[in-house]
């Protein structure tokens, strides 16, 4: 099976930079990269006027499934990366049952492996049950080919525990991942501790809260030489904590979402329970730091914490709705739009944060185009722009902070193994 | 009377929305209604036919009771709806019990929650206007419009007044749609507590003067007004003892020779009794802690008169 | 609103109002229990200056008091306006009192109905009279004056207002016709 890519703005990745050329794919590799190709055997494409970036790598989604399908399931999730531009998407494991043993994450990957879609990798949990007390079975569940671990969605609170599991795993080439909260300053907070938690007469969630989690895992990394990787920083001091560490020569990396690049607290001033998550949306200073992080390469990647709930759930009273967003058919569009289109922030680099940095921490060959590379792409017209709405949303939920907004940056298609696994 | 008010049809979830004019309407308003209500006869027609529902998923006896008598006093029906305790359990449907009474032709809600931002989600449900008896910590507008009105008819303005409110003003509703409602009104407004009851950053969110010491907060007031500390602030280590925070925050003889002649004491009930306030100055002169309740009626009686008596403007959604 | 013709003049009006008081002062003897109410608006300066009247030609003084009626329409529900409430100012218990409710135009009835029930929530009176400058008809209710100013039979696209210079620049009644 041959396709050829006519006339795309391709980004190069051994020259980081866009050129318009053809690329010729063979089954699920890039054969070939260059001016007027032509293979009479290959199915030609048309990507005239389109940007072609390596398939998007998400690494931090919640696809909840085993456990709570009604939210999302593996393959309504994966349909939704596709629309948003993935190839390849991680997803987390506080499923039901939760993925800290073997055949739990044999059911994922078996049900995504029959899909021929977007290809789904597995963080198995860095604690049985996610509890945070018993180390879970790691070695097995990299036999069974987990990624990464990690407890996201909880904190591992004891730090004899929190240290064991990162000494534990340094065994293991893979990153331990790690959710920052620390539950006696977090508490029963809702909102960012602050300026919108006294105005909604809410509990607070204190910046201090992650911050004081980033420092001990720091040191403990530091400690131990292993890979820890932040989930979702939002605080400034969070990220000159990473920043100096980074420095320091420890082996740390960090990720941010888009919801906390573009949005702050001041979008819960309503009581929009899309607005609510964890970490909570900050202010206009941590929105600044995260995007100068993301700048100076402080922050390694950007991941959407895809985060489903229900329309049922979300409509609930504010204290009583669950925490949490969706985000994989807003991420690209959506930061393209504000971060990109406006100047801030350069097209090249936001791809290398979502496609070849994060492959980097997971450690997969993908995210570049290059001739020999896997054939997972993204084609997309930045011209083109749509209403975010409900009814564009593939994922069965539809809890986005960003409904309503519109997008310029549409995807067209999205290859994964030199397949077309969506087409707008 | 202000022109171009009309509070008919209007949602109150708190006083944000509301400008001075239309405030100034409501402290007019109520002082009609307080006249009514100090005669022999003090039932009116003015809302005949129409049916007001008190959705009560918190115990508050007082605020149902002032509610449900001013919807009385004005002639309507009243629905008492009340879920106190159950309010967080699981499968209560907030939306099924507003479609049911809807269903029963209710005009307006009057809803008291424990969780902040419920009025407005009650108003998804409902077309009908919906008002806020206290929703969690966030606001409690007629408890600050009865406070607010207080002062207004012991002074005759809020414009230029200096206004202290002293206590638990982290967990306050009270607090919150005070600061609101008076600065609106053109008082300067000095919070007082310990830091650990302080919510973060409220100079800037509400434009008010934080203050620690309660001699300083109080020299230079018109008003002052207590707040209620729950006594499980101290388990929740928010401050070290009763004793310790009486002496400190406490309305007592000493801190009422440090205020202005004619200072106002004002509590919004029910008091604990010598911890945030003393008995010598609950009961002073200068207290209109007691007619705080009947302008609380008042003030109910006015808003009622006032969203529900007229034809309701077609609202925007 | 187009304006018709002047229907009272100045020198007429102060003649009616001297002519009722007068008729008061005959139908009632005795003024001690004689309290005269003006519904609000037009109604209280009215009710002061028909008092005053009295007070001259009989050398008597006499308590005047304010009816605002809003609180007992029966049509709030299809005014499209915030109905505006006035303080109703009866210093005084009306109790066995015998009361006269003084108005500008007599109209439909309903404004009278609304204000005998007003009054009555406040006590009971020994009994109520009702004075009107003008009674144009169009009754929808049993109700009828017992001190008329002037009748004027009027269609209901008319519109009849009275000008007093408590309030206004000029003192006439006037009657004008709404463009439909
Ligand atoms: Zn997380």
């Known amino acids: 099976m041959k396709k050829l890519l006519k006339n795309g703005n391709v980004f190069v990745s051994k020259n980081k930079k866009f050129e318009i050329c053809d690329i010729l794919l063979e089954d699920d590799k890039i054969k070939e990269i260059g001016k007027e190709l032509s293979d009479s055997e290959a199915e030609t494409i048309d990507c005239n006027g389109y940007h072609i970036l390596p398939g998007l790598i998400d690494m931090h989604v919640h696809l909840r499934d085993p456990g709570y399908t009604a939210k999302e399931d593996i393959i309504s999730g994966a349909k939704a990366a596709a629309k948003g531009g993935f190839s390849s998407i991680c997803c987390m494991p506080n499923t039901n049952p939760v993925l800290d043993n073997t055949s739990a994450i044999n059911y994922v990957t078996r049900k995504a492996g029959d899909l021929d879609k977007t290809r789904i990798f597995v963080i198995g949990a860095m604690s049985k049950g996610l509890e945070g007390k018993e180390i879970a079975n790691i070695g097995s569940m990299v036999n069974a080919g987990v990624i990464g671990i990690s407890d996201d969605g909880n904190c591992i609170q004891n730090t004899k525990v929190a240290l064991n599991v990162v000494r534990y795993a340094s065994t293991y080439d893979l990153p331990i991942i790690v959710h920052a909260e620390d539950y006696t300053l977090s508490g029963e907070g809702q909102v960012n501790y602050g300026k919108m938690s006294t105005k909604l007469g809410v509990k607070g969630i204190p910046s201090l809260s992650e911050e004081i989690i980033v420092s001990r895992e720091i040191m403990l990394a530091n400690v131990t030489n292993s890979h820890i990787h932040f989930s979702h920083v939002s605080t400034h001091r969070a990220v000159e904590l990473i920043r100096r560490a980074k420095a320091d020569g420890v082996n740390i990396t960090a990720e941010v979402t888009p919801h906390h690049l573009l949005l702050t607290e001041e979008e819960c001033a309503e009581f929009d329970t899309n607005k609510k998550m964890k970490p909570p949306l900050r202010t206009e200073k941590d929105r600044q730091a995260l995007i100068s992080g993301l700048q100076d390469g402080t922050i390694d990647v950007i991941a959407t914490d895809h985060a489903p709930h229900t329309d049922y759930e979300k409509e609930l009273e504010f204290l009583k709705a669950p925490f949490g967003v969706i985000g994989l058919e807003s991420a690209f569009p959506a930061l393209y739009t504000n971060l990109v289109k406006n100047g801030e922030f350069q097209l090249e680099e936001l791809v290398a944060k979502m496609s070849e940095n994060p492959a980097q921490i997971i450690k997969q060959d993908l995210g570049l185009i290059a001739e020999g590379k896997t054939a997972d792409l993204a084609v997309v017209n930045l011209d083109e722009s749509f209403l975010f709405s409900e009814n564009y949303i593939a994922s069965k939920s539809h809890n986005s902070p960003f409904l309503g907004k519109t997008f310029f940056g549409k995807p067209k298609f999205t290859l994964c193994k030199g397949k077309i696994i969506w087409q707008d | ?317 | 609103m187009k304006f018709k013709r002047r229907i009272i003049d100045k020198i007429e009006l102060d003649r009616i109002l001297k002519r009722m008081a007068n008729e008061v002062i005959e139908r009632n003897k005795d003024y001690e229990d004689l309290y005269i109410v003006g519904i609000h608006t037009r109604g209280v300066p009215l009710a002061k200056r028909v008092a005053s009247y009295i007070e001259e030609f009989e050398d008597v003084e006499l308590q005047v008091g304010a009816l605002d009626v809003t609180l007992y329409r029966d049509d709030l529900n299809n005014i499209e306006h915030q109905p505006k409430i006035k303080d109703s100012i009866l210093r005084f218990d009306i109790e066995g009192k015998k009361i006269l409710l003084v108005d500008d135009v007599l109209n439909t009835g309903r404004t009278v109905r609304a204000a005998l029930n007003a009054l009555i929530d406040y006590g009971r009176p020994r009994s109520i009279q009702l004075m009107v400058v003008v009674d144009r008809g169009n009754r929808e209710l049993p109700i009828q004056a017992d001190y008329v100013g002037k009748k004027v039979p009027t269609s209901h696209n008319e519109v009849i207002r009275l000008y007093l210079s408590d309030y206004d620049e000029k003192e006439e009644v006037d009657i004008f016709e709404t463009e439909k």
């Open chain 2, 1 to 317: 009377m202000a022109k171009n008010v009309n509070l008919v049809g209007r949602n109150l979830y708190d006083l944000d929305t509301y400008s001075s004019a239309e405030i100034e309407t409501i402290f007019e308003t109520t002082q009609v209604m307080k006249s009514i209500i100090k005669r022999d006869y003090k039932k009116i027609p003015t809302l005949r036919g129409k049916t007001v529902c008190t959705l009560f998923f918190e115990d508050s006896t007082r605020t149902r009771i002032s509610f449900e008598l001013a919807a009385k006093r004005l002639s309507a029906d009243v629905i008492s709806f009340t879920k106190a305790g159950s309010s967080l359990k699981k499968g209560e449907s907030l939306q099924d019990t507003v479609y049911t009474l809807d269903a029963m032709g209710v005009d307006l809600y009057v809803i008291r929650h424990g969780c902040p931002g419920t009025p407005a989600l009650v108003h998804k449900y409902s077309d009908k206007p919906v008002l806020n008896a206290g929703d969690g910590k966030h606001a409690h507008p007629t408890q600050a419009l009865l406070d607010m009105f207080s002062i207004w008819e012991k002074k005759g303005t809020l414009d230029g007044l200096k206004i202290t409110i002293v206590g638990d003003i982290l967990h306050s509703r009270v607090a919150r749609s005070n600061c609101i409602g008076m600065k609106k009104m053109g008082a300067e407004v000095t919070v007082c507590a310990p830091r650990t009851l302080m919510p973060p950053k409220i100079e800037k969110v509400y434009g008010v003067k934080a203050e620690y010491d309660l001699y300083k907060a109080v020299q230079e007031a018109d008003a002052v007004m207590a707040l209620r500390i729950q006594m499980e602030r101290q388990s929740e280590g928010l401050f070290p003892s009763l004793g310790e925070y009486s002496q400190k925050y406490g309305l007592n003889k000493n801190v009422l020779e440090q205020t202005k002649d004619d200072v106002l004491i004002m509590h919004p009930g029910p008091m604990n009794r010598g911890i945030e306030i003393f008995p010598e100055v609950a009961d002073s002169e200068h207290s209109v802690i007691i007619e705080q309740v009947t302008n609380g009626l008042a003030v109910r009686m006015a808003l009622l008169f006032l969203i529900l008596g007229g034809k309701a403007a077609k609202e925007v959604k």
